[in-house]
Structure formats: structure tokens, C-alpha cells
């Protein structure tokens, strides 16, 4: 499925509407119809028309642009490009006019084999009409290059496919590149592996692991998979460089949020394969975990009232019965956070700001390990109620580099440890060196070039 139930009925009407004008060859008015959704990234973060920035440098469009993070931000600043972009809501507008509902790119590729199916002609339809249109809208814009952050949304699918065909190239800048379980290793190679072949100009990468991803699943071949690391860590080396964090001491404990139920305890459903099956049973202690984790990180907030304790979820965190789970376990503690003004919950937060500004860092399967270990944080891992001797402690992807980090393997022993990485927030070199290693496995350099590497790919891309 490539769109939510809610907003079905308006835009299978919007739709309708498209598929008349289309019928009427007025592809030159739905090009000028999709000009006031495409917006241009401008260097302070906002956004504007993208029909009137000027044209004086090599023009992106990021397709589904809510999906990238900070990278367009990124992109904007360096200079080198005019950046617009524009959601995925509106791509999929256009998809409703040839596709009936439900459809996904897998059935498309099996459609594509038997060129007698409807869904074949369908998809040979999306592509005419994408043609069509996306001539005038690329003319009017002077878009040069098209990226995507994965190859699994349907809306654009056939998007790509139709600007390769006009000879603009498309990029995917794949951002799913954690890959530090075996698990997960093979179960990405096997999804890459469904998808056939790669149909554009470049895939670029953060690390090795996650090239070698692609060549094993046969979806793309050496020449056009680069690494180039990850954007955000250049501001991140950045500021580290201009903080001098390393003699200072803060009054801040931050726990990058994650909800009792996510997969690395195990999840609902069956599997074939003997050899991960563990990852299909949940593990019975996450309720306790999680209960125990944020009493602990309450009292020690009551405890100490000159120190903040920050819960940072991702926004999309904040709802659903994960998050209700979560309300209600603050809601039972002994402690009314209502009267904590230290115990802060902010969804919107800057990670880089939190990192680098805290004395102590709580999470566990995240990247934000990473950022905070080369930021040179005390980093707390909560393994508790021997979460480290069930067999779903498997997936935990930090586990052969304990020796970097600071465990817990009960609430009091939790509690203790925080109390002492708060006064004592020094990291020795030795284990520096080690953390800068396992850095580099995951986000390719320590330096502040990775912009320079992405532009120099997506210039290459446009010119060749």
C-alpha cells in the first residue's frame, strides 16, 4: 500500500480530475499545477516557491521530501545547488490516475514479465503520462537531477523511471545503512534482492557494509554505488572541533527514546528460518525493562534538581500504544513529573545540540551511540532483567564493543551508574581510538567532507 486510509476519498477524486485532464492531452496544465507544490530548500531551513528561485546553479529535486532529514538542508547550504523538492502526497495524486489501489512496485515488476496483464498496460500508461508531464515540469524548472532516499515507495517509482528516460538522472542517497546484526544484514540483502535491478545513475552509501549489501543482493553493480559517508556528521565534526568539549563537564542526562515494543525485543509473526527464529518470539521482559529504565530516570531527577534529564523521541514516537505505554508508566511512578522541572520531553529537539551539550547519553540500537561516542560522551546502555542472556539479545548490534561504553544490568545498578558518569565524564584516549574505529565502520570518515564527496557524485552524475 502506498497511501494512508484518510485521505483516500480525496485524492482518488483529485485523481478522477487528473485522469480527464489527461484523456484531454493537457499534460502542460498538470506540470503547471505541480509547480505550486515544488518548493525550494533555501540555506536557512525554510521554503519557497520553487517556480521563482533562480536558475543560476545545478537544480535537485528531491522527491518525497520528508524523508531526508537534515540532508537537504545540507545540500542547500554547500552552494553548489539550487535544492526543491516536493512531498510524496503529491506524487501519489498523479500515481491514482493510472493505478488502481494497493498496487506496489513488486507487482509491477511481476506485471512487467507478462506484458498481456492490465496491470502492464497500466504501468505502461504511468510512464507515458510521467513523460508527458515531467518534460514540461524539468523545462520550466531546469531540473538536472532527481533523488530519492530508497527504492521501496511506490509514488516514485515510475517517477525515476520516467526521468532516467528523459535523460535526467536519478540518485538514491540510501539512509537504512546500519546494518550491524547478521539478521539484519541478510534480511536487507534479501529485500534488496526482490527488487530486481537498479534503474538509475547512482546509489551512494554510508558505509562499506551497506554497499556490500547491494553487490550481494545483485541489485546494483560496483560503478554505480559510491560511499560517501553521512551528511549530518559534518556539522556534528564541526561542532566538536569548536565546542572543546573534551574539558568540560554538563549538567545534562539525555535518553534517545525507544519504545518498549520495538523489534529488537522480538516481534509478532512467523518465519521459516530456523536459523533467526528467535526474532519472531517476543522477549518477555521489555514491559519491566522499560518501566524500570524510566522510574529510575525519574527518581534520579527528583533527586537531582540541578540537572536536566531530557526524554528525546522521534516525533512519530509520539503516539500510538507505545507511547500510551509509555505515558502510563510515568503516570504510575511515585514521583509526579508535573512538578520535575529538570524531566523534559522534547520531540524536537536537535540531536547534534543534545549530544554535545550532555554529560551522560542513554540509548541502544541507534546511530546516536555512535554520534555521542565520537562526541566523547559517557554512553549508558539499560540491559536489564538479563536482557543480555535471551536469545533476542542477538540483535543488539553493540554487543561485541561493551568495552566502549558504560552497562547496567538492573535499575539500581542504573541509577549508580549515572551518578558517577555525570562526575566523572572523562573518556581515556585507548578507548577514543576504539570508538573513532567502530565510528569509521559505520559512517566511512572522521572529517567534515562527506558534502564534498555527495556534491562531487551528483555532479559527475549531471555532467556524464
Known amino acids: 500500500m502506498f497511501m494512508s486510509n484518510k485521505d483516500v476519498g480525496v485524492k482518488q477524486s483529485v485523481a478522477r480530475f487528473i485522469s480527464f485532464i489527461i484523456r484531454k492531452e493537457f499534460s502542460f496544465i498538470i506540470s503547471l499545477i505541480l509547480l505550486f507544490f515544488i518548493k525550494e530548500r533555501k540555506k536557512n531551513g525554510s521554503n519557497s ?11 535537485i529535486l528531491a522527491l518525497d521530501s520528508e524523508r531526508y532529514r537534515s540532508d537537504l538542508d545540507i545540500l542547500a547550504t554547500s552552494g553548489e545547488f ?6 510524496q502526497s ?14 506496489s512496485i513488486l507487482d509491477i515488476k511481476k506485471a512487467d514479465i507478462n506484458t498481456n496483464s492490465e496491470l502492464y498496460l497500466e504501468h505502461k500508461a504511468s510512464i507515458e503520462l ?4 515531467l518534460k514540461y515540469l524539468y523545462k520550466i524548472l531546469g531540473i538536472n537531477i532527481v533523488l530519492t532516499v530508497n527504492y521501496r515507495y511506490f509514488p516514485d517509482y515510475d517517477w ?5 528516460s528523459l535523460g535526467v538522472r536519478y540518485i538514491m542517497l540510501y539512509r537504512e545503512c546500519l546494518l550491524n546484526v547478521p539478521r539484519i544484514y541478510e534480511s536487507v540483502v534479501n529485500r534488496h534482492s526482490k527488487f530486481g535491478i537498479f534503474h538509475g545513475t547512482k546509489i551512494i552509501v554510508q558505509n562499506d557494509i551497506c554497499k556490500k549489501s547491494f553487490l550481494d543482493s545483485g541489485y546494483v553493480d560496483e560503478a554505480r554505488i559510491v560511499v560517501c559517508g553521512a551528511l549530518r556528521m559534518d556539522s556534528l565534526y564541526s561542532k566538536i572541533n569548536s565546542n572543546k568539549i573534551f574539558n568540560s563537564e554538563y549538567n545534562r542526562f539525555v535518553l534517545f527514546y525507544f519504545p518498549y515494543n520495538m523489534s529488537l525485543f522480538g516481534k509478532n509473526g512467523k518465519t521459516n528460518e530456523i536459523k533467526h527464529k528467535y526474532a519472531f518470539n517476543i522477549w518477555n521482559g521489555r514491559e519491566r525493562l522499560f518501566i524500570d529504565l524510566h522510574e529510575a530516570i525519574i527518581e534520579l531527577a527528583n533527586k537531582y534538581k540541578n540537572i536536566e534529564f531530557i526524554i528525546k523521541p522521534k516525533k512519530e514516537m509520539t503516539q500510538g500504544k507505545s507511547w500510551e505505554f509509555y505515558l502510563n508508566t510515568v503516570s504510575q511512578c511515585n514521583i509526579d513529573v508535573n512538578k520535575l522541572n529538570n524531566y523534559k520531553v522534547l520531540p524536537d529537539a536537535n540531536v547534534h545540540d543534545l549530544i554535545l551539550n550532555s554529560g551522560v547519553i542513554c540509548a541502544l540500537q541507534s546511530s546516536t551511540v555512535l554520534e555521542s561516542a565520537i562526541a566523547r560522551k559517557r554512553i549508558v546502555f539499560p540491559l536489564f ?17 561493551l568495552d566502549l561504553f558504560d552497562v547496567a544490568y538492573s535499575k539500581q545498578s542504573f ?6 558518569c555525570l562526575s566523572n565524564q572523562n573518556i581515556d584516549n585507548n578507548t577514543m581510538i576504539k570508538r573513532e574505529s567502530l565510528f569509521k565502520k559505520y559512517f566511512y570518515k572522521i572529517d567534515e567532507g562527506a558534502i564534498n564527496r555527495y556534491a562531487k557524485e551528483i555532479i559527475n552524475a549531471i555532467q556524464n
Open 49 to 59: 516557491l520553487g517556480i521563482f528561485s533562480s536558475r543560476n546553479k545545478r537544480t
Open 82 to 87: 539550487r535544492v526543491l523538492h516536493i512531498k
Open 90 to 103: 503529491i506524487q501519489t495524486i498523479l500515481m491514482l490516475s493510472c493505478y488502481k489501489e494497493g498496487v
Open 130 to 133: 510521467h513523460k508527458s508531464v
Open 160 to 164: 525515476t523511471l520516467a526521468s532516467e
Open 385 to 401: 532483567n538479563k536482557y543480555s542472556c535471551s536469545k533476542n539479545y542477538a540483535d543488539f548490534g553493540w554487543s561485541d564493543n
Open 415 to 420: 541509577i549508580d551508574l549515572v551518578e558517577l
